[in-house]
Every structure is written in structure tokens, then in C-alpha cells.
């Protein structure tokens, strides 16, 4: 029902930017809540950051609070992760994810995801 796209993954220096993007399309992009997993090799999926319906809120993990940004334009039915101070550890495959919530931290509310992008951080 709801695709999505991502792109922008790639190998990037530690301490250097990477933005990533996620296309969606098949609904109605403003009503859904977005948000950005990541998986590296050995681990479970966890979530990096999510916004709202109409990107007033935000939440971010610890682990990337201060480097993310998340952020999207409605208009263009895109939202986007800005990576900065990247580190190794943030090295994975990162997920574009939809949920009919507004926000949400959980996992289990995400009913449409991406196909994945690769980062890679090197050091």
C-alpha cells in the first residue's frame, strides 16, 4: 500500500555528513508518521529517529542525539536523515519505516518499510 524508497547510503569518513532519503508514495505522506531503523550485522533493528505527521515533533536515540537530524517536506513526499559526525558505530543498513501514528518509538507500529540502504563509516 505504501512504498518506500530509500537512498543516499554509502561509504562516508568518520567525522564526516551523509544525508539519506526516503521517497514515499501509494498514500497519503502527511498522515503518516516516519522514521529511520537501523540494523548492523549480529543485531537487532533498533530506531534512530522519527518524526511526526507534520514534522513538529521529533525523537531521536541517544546514541545519535546531537549528530541526526531527521526531517521531511511533505510537499515532496521525502524524508531525510542528515548524518553528521559520523561514527564506525553507526555503520549498518538503515530503514525508511511508516507508521498511521502520529510518532511513535516502537517497533511493532511501523507497518511499512523500506528496502534498506547500506552505510558504512569508515575510521
Known amino acids: 500500500q505504501v512504498q518506500l524508497v530509500e537512498s543516499g547510503g554509502g561509504l562516508v569518513q568518520a567525522g564526516g555528513s551523509l544525508r539519506l532519503s526516503c521517497a514515499a508514495s501509494?498514500?497519503?505522506?502527511?498522515?503518516?508518521?516516519m522514521a529511520w531503523f537501523r540494523q548492523a550485522p549480529g543485531k537487532e533493528r533498533e530506531l534512530v529517529a522519527a518524526i511526526s505527521w507534520s514534522g513538529g515533533s521529533t525523537y531521536y536515540a541517544d546514541s545519535v542525539k546531537g549528530r541526526f537530524t531527521i526531517s521531511r517536506v511533505n510537499a515532496k513526499n521525502t524524508v531525510y536523515l542528515q548524518m553528521s559526525s559520523a561514527k564506525p558505530e553507526d555503520t549498518a543498513v538503515y530503514y525508511c519505516?511508516?507508521?498511521?501514528?502520529?510518532?511513535?518509538?516502537?517497533?511493532?507500529?511501523?507497518?511499512?518499510w523500506g528496502q534498506g540502504t547500506q552505510v558504512t563509516v569508515s575510521s
Open positions: 519505516a511508516a507508521t498511521q501514528r502520529s510518532l511513535s518509538e516502537r517497533r511493532r507500529d511501523y507497518d511499512y
Open positions: 501509494g498514500r497519503t505522506f502527511s498522515s503518516y508518521g
